[in-house]
């Protein structure tokens, strides 16, 4: 089963992200990354969007030499951090 990504753009967001995608004089890594944040809202599986974005090749090697996350702070302080974020706007 192909995995899919579910990633929620605003259109004040999206807008911003087709004009550096509609600048063809723009560095090719914001473009890939704009990309990435478009292509899930159409609900593609991730290798697809990984294949229209130019990025199979760093996803392949990444997944060949995959390596268990480990946490290198404690829990305590992770939610110490996200104690004094600013509340979101809504």
Do not use: C
């Not at 004009?19 to 159409?42: C, G, Y």
């Not at 294949?51 to 480990?70: C, E, H, L, M, S």
């Amino acid at each position: 089963m192909a995995q899919t990504v579910s990633v929620i753009v605003g259109s004040e967001d999206r807008a911003r992200l087709a004009a550096i995608l509609a600048d063809r004089n723009r560095p090719l890594k914001p473009m890939q990354r704009a990309t990435i944040i478009l292509l899930p809202a159409e609900r593609l599986p991730v290798m697809e969007v990984a294949r229209r974005a130019g990025v199979t090749r760093y996803i392949r090697d990444q997944n060949r030499a995959a390596k268990p996350f480990a946490w290198t702070t404690s829990t305590d302080t992770i939610t110490g951090k996200l104690a004094r974020l600013p509340a979101p706007s809504v």
